[in-house]
């Protein structure tokens, strides 16, 4: 049996019908039928497919690593991904290039120093008269900078709301510590609280709104995203 024929056993074996499954597990149907039909990835990124097949086969109590077994998954639509390490000989490689390289190394060392020395002997001449644009550019940052107002007051506590639009796996970590790591359904919304500041981690980005305290924060991106920092500035870069 595939994958997808021994998810469909078990629940049929439970006595569950897919809307029951689905108010239980919070999946959607479209996404458990495509499990139990092993075509999963016909409608999720292949990221997704390990988390909602361990998901389900948890609920239904399965093994979800015998699952993932490529004997177990039809046509390779939840086949588990591998990493492919190419190797190169270096006996293989021209002769040439073990001089070429740090030629190159060293050509390219002695045009960054010149091109150093060069920065610094214009930054030093343009200073050195008042009232040069330099001189006002860096007076105007150091103003701008010092007129930016955080997003939260630094004496309160922070709010961190995620609202969906799809479904989106997450987690979230407030103060250091892991406050969430799960899968939020579509039109989900979630709101957390720390002191000093959250660490998120998200499969999809896009399919997600973050709001500070009530405020929208902007530059989250699309797609996968990695320790994204939010405290009382907002995002940092």
């Known amino acids: ?17 897919l809307e ?29 497919s390990k988390i909602f097949l361990k998901k389900y086969a948890v609920f239904l109590g399965l093994d979800p690593i ?33 001089f070429a390289v740090p030629a190159l190394a060293l050509l390219a060392a002695l045009i960054g120093v010149g091109f150093l020395g060069y920065l610094v002997t214009d930054l030093v001449h343009n200073l050195s008269k008042p009232g040069s644009p330099a001189v006002e550019s860096s007076r105007k940052k150091t103003e701008e900078l010092s007129e930016k107002q955080p997003v939260v007051a630094l004496s309160k506590p922070l709010k ?14 407030a103060d250091g510590t892991v406050v969430f790591q799960n899968v939020l359904p579509a039109n989900s919304k979630e709101t957390w609280t720390a002191k000093k500041g959250f ?3 998200t499969g999809n980005a896009g399919a997600m709104q973050a709001l500070l305290n009530g405020k929208p924060l902007e530059g989250l991106g699309r797609g996968v995203k990695k320790g994204i920092r939010i405290t009382h500035s907002g995002i940092e870069s």
């Open 199 to 201: 660490e998120l981690w």
């Open 160 to 173: 961190l709301t995620i609202q969906t639009t799809a479904e989106v796996w997450m987690q979230i970590k």
């Open 1 to 17: 049996m595939s994958a997808g024929a021994k998810l469909k056993a078990a629940r049929e074996a439970k006595k569950l019908t």
């Open 66 to 98: 015998s699952l993932m077994e490529p004997s177990s998954v039809a046509g390779g639509a939840m086949a588990v991904e591998t990493e492919v390490i190419r190797t190169v000989d270096p006996k293989a490689a021209p002769a040439l290039t073990k």
């Open 20 to 48: 029951e499954a689905c108010l239980r597990t919070k999946i959607q149907r479209r996404t458990i039928e495509a499990l139990e039909e092993d075509r999963l990835g016909d409608l999720l990124d292949p990221a997704y």
